[in-house]
């Protein structure tokens, strides 16, 4: 696993408070970041919430409504989850986990062996499901793809826009967040499979409304019902996301990689808990960097061969796929070689 | 006003006015001071916190929570002033309103969204350069270079007509001045600022703009329902108020520090690849962005001080830049040194999203003008022009050597 450590938190200014001489040569921590469970709350049937925070405290990386992120676990194996707490709170990441019935391992690791005060190894965030200005928004979830639509609802009530939300599961003992969806009165529609059926798409959408955007995550059946209800609408309308949780899982390497710098002909090998960065600086070629989250872009490299571990928060799915680029204060690499164009 | 929070501590409390013609012609001594005086400083003349140390100004950049932008993020306090214009929807707004114009602006500014224009961008330096080196080796390097050549390629990659891009200079002054008290220099733009403000809205329409371009592409953002198209113009607006004149003090900065520092050009013309880590070791040294505002949301404690729900905190990113506490040798323009982590751009959820395009204009010019010219010296007296938020200059006479 990572095993990395940023005790002071992302965010928090680096390599200060030492005066003089030595401030250029403080190492500065790669931010991988590794945080700590600081809560495992059970909030319905089969449905738990993780608190993450760092270790030492300190800010974590500013998140937007359906973000998630990417949660290396002790065993190795790596999950995406949803944001779902508050994001004006920067010390607590909250993620919501389904235990997965066909699920290959992850979710149930979490449930049954994952405790309060474990180290997990946490990627992103990163923002493929961002909420876009509407004057109305249409939720749809499906069980646990409630998950990313929580911030995104209180988001529309910051702004005033009118919204509903259309909640639906295989029965209500296993439909998370209840209790707090039941103070938004009949703007939300609960509706378990077991006391009212299928969810009716068409009659919550109702016409296409040109003012209106629809936001949907939850299990492929539903997604694929909502695009047989919403052929009418305008394009760009309806956004979606399939619901990750039981994902192929990025390989992050727990051992060594090597990184070659074309331009410059040195080939430097990356630990585990050293970033790319660090790695490249060390070895004489300085490439220069800001924000060390992922987050500004400053250390943007070319990638000329290799397969990249994007562990960044600009990048699309598209890009992603790409591997033409990299980001190199928080990216690492999933093959053996990369081959940077430094 | 100035209450304490543990006995015994009281807040350090200055007059001085950073906006004063003296403190702009020559910011550092005051800097010095307020770095010096401790974590916080009570300017008592404008009744404003300042944060002059990097740990201090870097905590506060990136607490969007705790300093807010939206109530304005120069001296005048949106929640009982009217600004001059429409607020900006990038850096005088908070999230949520902040999150879709940031992400489409980041996006359309990303650095592999501007690899499509580095090539031209390179040729234009060049011609720029030997222009300018054809006609003599003496020039001002101000109206010659640095801000000839922002406003010969960012116009062009914005997608701006040819006419009135004389405007956009004056704009952007006006604009950053702003920030600050209503003093002189405000009063001094106020005449034109009508014409200006409506040049430059008319510019941010569509069909003013050209089909291909960073403002095209903000437009074509809104047809994918990623901003509305009321917000469309006003993230247009942010490119030409935000992206001219910063560039022009950044660049002259950095032509700036050569002329004065000959071993750190030849350093340059050795290894050509650090034109950017020069922009940014620039950008670090002068700060051409030297201060901004937030606004406590709520009583936001700083060490052993609070600062009051409401008040502004004037954040010194220029003293930051050049805080021993976090830099070596911070006064020292040296190449060898990684910039990495100033606060020039910024940090935190609004740090400059025109970045990358300010490095690929500045690398663009650096790398032409090391090709061509082995030395560069100051020809006589430089001349600050002073602006109430920016570090900026007048005039750069230089005189170089054909290389």
């Known amino acids: 696993m990572l095993d990395t450590r940023t005790d002071d938190g992302p965010g928090t200014p680096r390599a200060g408070g030492t005066a003089g001489a030595a401030a250029q040569a403080t190492p500065v921590p790669p931010d991988v970041a590794t945080l700590r469970v600081t809560a495992k709350t059970l909030l319905a049937e089969g449905v738990l919430a993780l608190d993450l925070a760092a270790p030492g405290g300190g800010r974590l990386r500013d998140w937007t409504p359906g973000s998630h992120i990417d949660l290396t676990l002790p065993n190795g194996m790596t999950r995406q989850y949803s944001l779902c707490g508050d994001r004006w709170d920067p010390s607590t990441y909250r993620v919501g986990v389904l235990r997965e019935q066909v699920g290959r391992g992850g979710s149930a690791y979490v449930h049954d062996e994952l405790a309060v005060g474990d180290l997990v190894g946490v990627g992103g965030p990163r923002n493929n499901f961002p909420l876009v200005p509407a004057e109305r928004y249409l939720f749809v979830a499906g069980g646990i793809g409630i998950t990313p639509l929580l911030p995104m609802i209180g988001q529309a ?6 919204w509903r939300l259309l909640y639906g599961g295989r029965q209500r003992a296993s439909m998370a967040f209840l209790d707090d969806l039941a103070a938004y009165g009949d703007r939300v529609e609960v509706r378990p499979q077991e006391e009212f059926g299928l969810l009716d798409l068409a009659g919550f959408l109702g016409e296409p409304d040109p003012d209106a955007r629809v936001y949907c995550c939850g299990p492929a059946p539903l997604l694929a019902a909502l695009e047989a209800a919403t052929s009418g609408w305008p394009p760009h309308a309806v956004r979606t996301e399939r619901f990750v949780a039981a994902g192929t899982g990025a390989p992050v390497r727990t051992t060594p990689f090597e990184v070659e710098l074309a331009r410059t002909g040195l080939t430097v090998t990356v630990e585990p ?44 799915d598209a890009e992603r796929a790409a591997g033409d680029t990299m980001y190199i204060c928080v990216s690492r690499s999933c093959s053996d070689r990369l081959v940077l164009d430094l | 006003m100035t209450a304490t929070l543990d006995p015994g501590s009281t807040l350090p409390t200055d007059d001085v006015d950073p906006f004063a013609h003296e403190v702009l012609e020559d910011p550092l001594p005051m800097q010095a001071a307020l770095r010096e005086a401790g974590p916080m400083v009570y300017l008592s003349r404008y009744e404003v916190y300042a944060f002059a140390r990097y740990e201090q100004v870097h905590a506060a950049l990136v607490d969007w929570q705790g300093f807010q932008s939206a109530a304005g993020v120069g001296l005048s306090n949106f929640r009982h002033e009217k600004p001059w214009r429409p607020p900006s929807l990038l850096l005088e707004a908070d999230p949520p309103r902040h999150d879709a114009p940031r992400r489409v602006l980041t996006k359309v500014l990303s650095p592999r969204a501007l690899r499509r224009l580095r ?8 011609a720029l350069v030997d222009e300018v080196l054809s006609s003599g080796t003496e020039f001002d390097a101000v109206p010659d270079l640095t801000s000839a050549f922002p406003l010969r390629v960012f116009p ?13 200079l004056p704009y952007g002054d006006h604009a950053f001045n702003a920030f600050g008290p ?7 733009g106020a005449p034109r600022v009508a014409e200006l403000s409506g040049w430059v809205a008319e510019q941010c329409r569509r069909e003013s703009l050209a089909t291909e371009g960073f403002g095209a592409d903000i437009w074509a953002a809104s047809d994918r329902g990623d901003i509305t198209p009321e917000m469309a113009p006003l993230v247009v607006r942010s490119l030409l108020t935000a992206g001219v004149d910063t560039t022009v003090h950044g660049l002259s900065a950095v032509l700036y520090a050569f002329a004065t520092h000959p071993e750190q050009w030849q350093r340059l013309r050795e290894q050509p690849s650090l034109a950017r880590m020069a922009f940014d070791e620039a950008v670090r040294w002068e700060s051409p962005v030297q201060t901004f505002f937030r606004t406590a949301t709520t009583d936001v404690r700083v060490g052993e001080h609070v600062v009051p729900d409401g008040s502004k905190i004037l954040m010194f990113l220029g003293a930051a830049n050049r805080d021993p506490r976090r830099w070596a040798d911070p006064d020292a323009f040296d190449l060898s040194r990684d910039p990495s982590g100033h606060v020039g751009f910024g940090m935190g959820i609004h740090q400059c999203a025109g970045q990358h395009v300010a490095r690929l204009e500045v690398e663009a010019i ?24 920016l570090r900026a200059w007048k005039s750069i006479p230089v005189r170089v050597q054909l290389a």
Do not use: F, Y
């Open chain 2, 119 to 126: 090539d031209g961008w390179a040729a234009d330096a060049e």
């Open chain 2, 366 to 389: 650096l790398t032409a003008l090391a090709r061509r010219v082995r030395s560069i010296e100051l020809a006589g007296p430089t001349v600050r022009h002073h602006n109430n938020t």
């Open chain 1, 157 to 162: 009530e910051l702004l005033g826009a009118d």
């Open chain 2, 182 to 188: 209503a003093n002189d220099l405000v009063a001094k």
């Open chain 1, 273 to 316: 808990g050293v970033s790319v960065l660090d790695a490249v600086a060390t070895a004489g070629v300085e490439v220069l960097s800001s924000c060390r989250q992922g987050i500004c872009g400053t250390c943007e490299c070319g990638v000329l061969a290799g397969e990249p571990d994007h562990r960044d928060s600009l990048l699309d």
């Open chain 2, 156 to 168: 062009d990659a914005v997608g701006l007509p040819p006419q009135g891009r004389e405007n956009l």
